[in-house]
């Protein structure tokens, strides 16, 4: 597993990988590697942290753990890359932005790297994940790691929107200073949770440049483009 974080992370989390925690990390994800197939492949593992530097962090959306299918996960939360089925959550991810924002969403096309560029730190709770076994990693040890994370940004920035999306996500709300930052809170986009309410008319996609746009900040791009195959229109 890489034990150097890209961009400016390394320096801001340095006394994180002095902790006894982050030793037993290591190992445990070392071992899993070896011994099973993991996701995603190594070198993609901090790939939320390459795309997207710590000073250009303007948006955190929390997920829970990458896919666990081969070729689907790449290191951001909800995105895929993936040439099967399109995951339901992200689906109904673009059928809000559809909605919200009156642009065309591709209904094949789910790699999001191109939000993290902009400055949307795309993060799972936990990093890793065995193959077809969700939340395998779970009690790994990434969850002190990734909630570090969360309290340096929240400590160490301002006027960030955080996208907390279900149950999971919200618990992190604690993590957080409420007078320093924007949430946005939602239930899950599963259709377990967007099915009961709370997801489709959230807006949180205008609503969250909204709140850039009156802090001077640059808004996000939300819309992707496939350029292999035209777009589609996700209608409710």
């Known amino acids: 597993m890489q034990t150097l974080l890209p961009n400016d992370w390394q320096e801001l989390l340095k006394e994180e990988f002095t902790k006894a925690y982050w030793f037993d990390l290591v190992e445990n994800v070392?071992?899993?590697?070896?011994?099973?197939?993991?996701?995603?492949?190594?070198?993609?593992?901090?790939?939320?942290?390459?795309?997207?530097?710590?000073?250009?962090?303007?948006?955190?959306?929390?997920?829970q753990d990458p896919y666990h299918g081969k070729g689907q996960a790449n290191?951001?939360?909800?995105?895929?890359?993936?040439?099967?089925?399109?995951?339901?959550?992200l689906k109904n991810i673009y059928r809000e932005i559809s909605s919200d924002l009156e642009?065309?969403?591709?209904?094949?096309?789910?790699?999001?790297?191109?939000?993290?560029?902009?400055?949307?730190?795309?993060?799972?709770?936990t990093l890793t994940v065995e193959e077809g076994k969700p939340n395998s990693h779970q009690k790994f040890g990434w969850n002190h790691f990734t909630d570090a994370v969360i309290q340096k940004i929240s400590e160490e920035k301002q006027d960030i929107v955080?996208?907390?999306?279900?149950?999971?996500?919200?618990?992190?709300?604690?993590?957080?200073?409420?007078?320093?930052?924007?949430?946005?809170?939602?239930?899950?986009?599963?259709?377990?949770?967007?099915?009961?309410?709370?997801?489709?008319?959230?807006?949180?996609?205008?609503?969250?440049?909204?709140?850039?746009?009156?802090?001077?900040?640059?808004?996000?791009k939300w819309k992707l483009i496939n350029e292999n195959q035209p777009p589609t229109l996700f209608t409710l």
């Open 103 to 125: 642009v065309e969403m591709p209904n094949d096309f789910g790699d999001l790297t191109a939000w993290a560029t902009q400055g949307v730190l795309l993060l799972n709770a």
């Open 75 to 89: 290191g951001l939360c909800f995105s895929y890359v993936g040439n099967q089925k399109f995951p339901p959550s």
């Open 162 to 220: 955080f996208l907390l999306w279900g149950g999971f996500a919200q618990k992190k709300e604690a993590l957080i200073d409420l007078q320093k930052h924007k949430i946005l809170k939602a239930t899950h986009p599963s259709p377990l949770g967007a099915n009961k309410g709370g997801w489709f008319g959230c807006k949180h996609f205008s609503k969250t440049n909204e709140y850039l746009k009156s802090i001077g900040e640059k808004e996000i």
């Open 30 to 63: 070392t071992h899993a590697y070896k011994s099973n197939t993991c996701y995603p492949i190594k070198n993609e593992v901090f790939n939320a942290f390459k795309y997207c530097s710590f000073k250009e962090v303007k948006v955190v959306i929390i997920g």
